[in-house]
């Protein structure tokens, strides 16, 4: 657990010293303001629908830009064999920037409290679904930011990362969107594979056990694939 603090802390403050952090948290905030405040505004609703009801596509460009450089750079420039030389396991890194880039996430959304509030002043709000969409960006946050590392130890170019990163990111977001293209004894699967569904149950307010386990699977699918990557690498 020290290690892979020490690579968190390494890594969360490696963060904010590069313009990018700043210029990716910006962008999130005014596409999302954009999204909270065009509901609130244009129809009158006290409510959040709007923000979460996109959120899962603006995570599926924003996190894997947070993530692109956390592997691929260190292969790049040879620090990662550097890495290996000292007292850390595979495990210790992988988890140590997993927790980083959730970590910058949740920092991320923090701003994003500013939507609930202000309507909590304004309008009668259901706090029952801010709660449960909260948890919920967290958790999608948290797989999302699995895959974007995972796309990052595939190849040394930060932009390819990216790419691979978006496009599963994508693709889990858009598949229960697809489902009249699949054959019908599939159907039940790949609605279970859809990241925005499980998300949507939890911006409704319902806490299922079915949707954070999905969260957790996706994470710990990447992250394993992310260490037999790293692996076949040594």
Same mark, same amino acid.
């Given at each position: +657990?020290?290690?892979?603090?020490?690579?968190?802390?390494?890594?969360?403050?490696?963060?904010?010293?590069?313009?990018?952090?700043?210029? #990716?948290?910006?962008?999130? %905030?005014?596409?999302?303001?954009?999204? !909270?405040?065009? /509901?609130?505004? %244009?129809?009158?609703?006290? /409510?959040?629908? @709007?923000?979460? /009801?996109?959120?899962?596509? *603006?995570?599926?460009?924003?996190?894997?830009?947070? *993530? +692109?450089?956390?592997?691929?750079?260190?292969?790049?420039?040879?620090?990662?064999?550097?890495?290996?030389?000292?007292? #850390?396991?595979?495990?210790?890194?992988?988890?140590?920037?997993?927790?980083?880039?959730?970590?910058? #996430?949740?920092?991320?959304?923090?701003?994003?409290?500013?939507?609930?509030?202000?309507?909590?002043?304004?309008? $009668?709000?259901?706090?029952?679904?801010?709660?449960?969409? *909260?948890?919920?960006?967290?958790?999608?946050?948290?797989?999302?930011?699995?895959? @974007?590392?995972?796309?990052?130890?595939?190849?040394?170019?930060?932009?390819?990362?990216?790419?691979?990163?978006?496009?599963?990111?994508?693709? %889990?977001?858009?598949?229960?969107? +697809?489902? !009249?293209?699949?054959?019908?004894?599939?159907?039940?699967?790949?609605?279970? +594979?859809?990241? $925005?569904?499980?998300?949507?149950? !939890?911006?409704?307010?319902?806490? $299922?056990?079915? $949707?954070?386990?999905?969260?957790?699977?996706?994470? !710990?699918?990447?992250?394993?694939?992310?260490?037999?990557? %790293?692996?076949?690498?040594?």
């Amino acid at each position: +657990m020290h290690r892979i603090l020490q690579i968190f802390k390494k890594e969360f403050k490696s963060y904010f010293i590069s313009p990018v952090a700043y210029i #990716v948290i910006s962008i999130f %905030l005014l596409v999302t303001g954009w999204f !909270f405040f065009s /509901s609130f505004f %244009l129809y009158n609703q006290a /409510s959040l629908r @709007g923000f979460f /009801s996109l959120l899962p596509f *603006t995570f599926s460009f924003v996190i894997p830009a947070v *993530t +692109m450089r956390l592997i691929s750079e260190e292969l790049n420039v040879g620090s990662y064999e550097t890495l290996l030389t000292l007292p #850390v396991l595979t495990l210790d890194v992988v988890l140590g920037k997993f927790f980083a880039a959730v970590g910058f #996430v949740a920092v991320m959304l923090v701003p994003t409290l500013f939507y609930s509030v202000s309507i909590s002043f304004l309008g $009668d709000l259901d706090w029952g679904p801010v709660v449960g969409g *909260t948890l919920g960006a967290l958790l999608m946050g948290a797989a999302f930011s699995a895959v @974007g590392i995972f796309a990052s130890s595939l190849t040394r170019n930060q932009i390819i990362a990216y790419i691979v990163g978006l496009a599963i990111c994508f693709a %889990l977001t858009l598949i229960d969107k +697809m489902l !009249f293209f699949l054959p019908s004894r599939a159907l039940a699967f790949f609605q279970y +594979m859809g990241a $925005d569904a499980h998300f949507q149950n !939890f911006a409704k307010g319902v806490l $299922d056990s079915r $949707d954070i386990l999905y969260f957790l699977s996706v994470c !710990f699918i990447a992250l394993y694939g992310t260490s037999l990557t %790293l692996q076949e690498r040594d």
